[in-house]
T-cell receptor, first 113, second 114 residues
């Protein structure tokens, strides 16, 4: 069965610095999607970034980028120039065709002013 | 667009009572998902519908949980009878058909069962 592991329950970063959140997953599939979701205190779930497994190029969205290593089954999220508004829970998620999305347990990110 | 709408935002009830959570998906979306979030288990998919039909309910914890989608604009998640271990935040999400499409989440319902 597929699993998603986020090994860092909590992290802190100084404002304006860069932080990397780790995510590993286990699958025997070759075609799947990976996601990072942000959950701020408002509890909304917001899609931060998506990566298609068949694409070698790492996805990037403004200050957010991923380091996707398919062979290692690793999907880390890098946040550059951290801002106070980045403070939230971050969930890594895995999805394969015709199946249901699987989330990690989340990493709580604190931004220190 | 108002986004996914959930009600109530907070629910406090006593053990044994029936609880009904409501969700209105984004207009035009034909997939709807119910999730439960707890600190112990993270985010779990309970059930999802495609075109109002339940596709996968394997995540529903037990028979006390049921979900319906009588039409494309409304879904309910019911717990009867409720138990303290059901206390969690319940999210509804919707997307265009096709599981690879982005899911848009509602604000969640925080359920407390005393």
């Amino acid at each position: 069965a597929q699993t998603v592991t986020q090994s860092q329950p909590e992290m802190s970063v100084q404002e304006a610095e860069t932080v990397t959140l780790s995510c590993t997953y286990d699958t025997s599939e070759s075609d799947y999607y990976l996601f990072w979701y942000k959950q701020p205190p408002s509890r909304q779930m917001i899609l931060v970034i998506r990566q298609e497994a068949y694409k070698q190029q790492n996805a990037t969205e403004n200050r957010f980028s991923v380091n996707f290593q398919k062979a290692a089954k690793s999907f880390s999220l890098k946040i550059s120039d951290s801002q106070l508004g980045d403070a939230a829970m971050y969930f890594c998620a895995y999805l394969k065709r015709d199946d249901k999305i699987i989330f990690g347990k989340g990493t709580r990110l604190h931004i220190l002013p | 667009d108002a986004g996914v709408i959930q009600s109530p935002r907070h629910e406090v009830t006593e053990m044994g009572q029936e609880v009904t959570l409501r969700c209105k998906p984004i207009s035009g979306h034909n997939s709807l998902f119910w999730y439960r979030q707890t600190m112990m288990r993270g985010l779990e998919l309970l059930i999802y519908f495609n075109n109002n039909v339940p596709i996968d309910d394997s995540g529903m914890p037990e028979d006390r949980f049921s979900a319906k989608m009588p039409n494309a604009s409304f879904s309910t998640l019911k717990i009867q009878p409720s138990e303290p271990r059901d206390s969690a935040v319940y999210f509804c999400a919707s997307s265009m058909s096709g599981v690879y499409n982005e899911q848009f989440f509602g604000p969640g319902t925080r359920l407390t069962v005393l």
